[in-house]
């Protein structure tokens, strides 16, 4: 099979400089452009972040509440942007936060272009920005450096065209690759809230992996919550959230941090170390792979037709490498490779660590092979779930935040700690008492975390793990 030019992912750009020099604006600017006429009303919500398409590539922008945010980011271990803009205005130059903006760039250790902003006011000399960054540390371009420059007016659009260009050309020589193929989903939170309705909100940028609608959400080994609603920096919903894509997510039980890594599968391990320094359990219930291939063509063949089937802790071309030895050893998976190769030096560190790898040759022979392995999984599966009760959805309050279910059990019994839909019944009350069941029958209030989304009418089925 011949090899392919493998897919990549948009680039994540923030903007960063001191006040007033027209960060909002540019955003506003280069977000406008964007939304097509016939989108009534433009941009419906404000999710910190908006995804846009340039000459058929996507960028996506993130607007980070001010430094601390950006730095906080960085702190807990996710690396919050690709690519970097350094806004100045032409008017003012160099100023003290234009200073702290190029330390936070220099310690993100992420490629930046300089926006040179208000070129349209009269009488400023864009010059004089170069110098000034010069003597910051800074060399852009035909000033003895190689850090492009553009000059722009976020007020009139002049130059947006060209700085959208550079992005590009930066992400492209970052060569950002799709891994939207691993297996915990990753993401970082860049904005969070508490709604009075709809309770916590955040906002978060995929990292890896793809994340689905009903996606459990978890920090380290603690459940935050079970995704009910994933829409777009329009308000649309989505189904599928890839690489690189902002989201405003409905559904955890408290609101998280800015600068949590979120993953959709629980980790052992610090949190704060970030997901590639943890033990992500995944899907117990499947086989647990690292693959390798000798083609490009080869690998994302195989992945598309077993990534249903497998947790693919990751996948690469080539030799298998000492790399891929600990991150089996971490994640308690074996290798499994297309027409791959190991090194006698790595074969020997696999033995001690009692990894191991099955190369094949035929492609079918690998899908049986794993199969197999499924179906081991399957046989000593754990605990599974059961039904203990119904009950028939009759009203819903809200008393300050609090969604309340107004319910008639219909069969078996609901129980304080029974799961619906991923969420966990903290509260039943029967004749304005709290109990701790309510049995088949008999109306209660039941107080779910997170609140689910559940009409009048609708059937509650209450689940537990069989003993």
Do not use: W
Not at 174 to 200: F, W
Not at 345 to 367: D, G, M, R, S, W
Not at 414 to 433: M, P, Q, W, Y
Request: charged residues 20%; aromatic residues 4%; negative net charge.
């Amino acid at each position: 099979m011949p090899d392919t030019i493998s897919a990549t992912r948009p680039p994540v750009v923030t903007i960063l400089g001191h006040v007033d020099h027209g960060k909002t604006s540019l955003l506003d600017r280069i977000r406008n452009a964007s939304v097509a006429a016939s989108e009534a009303g433009g941009i419906t919500q404000a999710i910190g972040a908006y995804q846009i398409t340039h000459n058929g590539q996507k960028i996506t922008f993130i607007d980070t509440p001010g430094h601390a945010a950006f730095s906080a980011m960085r702190q807990r271990g996710g690396q919050a942007a690709d690519v970097a803009v350094l806004i100045v205005a032409a008017d003012d130059s160099v100023m003290p936060q234009t200073k702290e903006s190029i330390e936070h760039i220099k310690s993100a250790g992420i490629p930046f272009v300089v926006a040179v902003n208000k070129v349209d006011l009269e009488g400023v000399s864009p010059d004089r920005v170069k110098t000034d960054l010069a003597n910051s540390g800074i060399f852009v371009e035909g000033y003895g450096g190689n850090v492009p420059i553009v000059n722009i007016s976020a007020k009139t659009g002049a130059g947006v065209e060209d700085l959208l260009e550079i992005i590009l050309l930066l992400a492209e020589l970052e060569d950002l690759k799709d891994n939207s193929n691993i297996c915990p989903a990753t993401a970082l939170v860049i904005e969070s809230s508490m709604h009075p309705q709809k309770g916590p909100l955040a906002t978060l940028l995929v990292k890896s992996g793809t994340f689905d609608k009903n996606s459990l959400l978890f920090d380290g080994e603690i459940n935050f919550g079970k995704i009910r609603s994933m829409v777009d920096y329009s308000g649309k919903p989505l189904s599928k959230a890839t690489p690189s894509t902002p989201i405003q997510v409905i559904g955890f039980s408290i609101v998280p941090n800015v600068g949590d890594i979120i993953t959709s599968a629980p980790c052992r391990g610090s949190a704060g170390k970030g997901v590639q320094d943890a033990f992500c359990i995944g899907d117990e219930e499947k086989p647990t792979i690292i693959l390798k291939a000798d083609v490009q063509g080869s690998l994302e063949a195989i992945i598309d037709s077993i990534k249903d089937q497998a947790n693919i802790m990751s996948s690469s071309v080539g030799l298998v490498t000492d790399s891929d030895i600990e991150t089996a050893v971490a994640t308690n998976a074996q290798i499994l490779g297309f027409n791959s190769k190991i090194p006698s030096p790595v074969a020997k560190l696999a033995e001690v660590e009692h990894v191991k790898f099955t190369n094949f040759k035929i492609i079918y022979k690998l899908f049986d092979y794993l199969k197999d392995l499924q179906a081991q999984k399957t046989a000593s599966a754990g605990p599974k779930t059961i039904t203990v009760g119904e009950a028939k959805v009759l009203k819903t309050f809200n008393f300050a935040g609090t969604v309340v279910y107004g319910c008639l059990v219909t069969s078996g019994k609901l129980r304080i700690g029974d799961l619906v839909e991923g969420s966990r019944i903290t509260s039943l009350k029967a004749n304005k008492l709290d109990v701790d069941e309510v049995k088949k029958d008999k109306e209660c209030g039941v107080v779910l975390a997170p609140p689910i989304d559940i009409k009048v009418g609708d059937i509650m089925t209450a689940t537990t793990l069989e003993d």
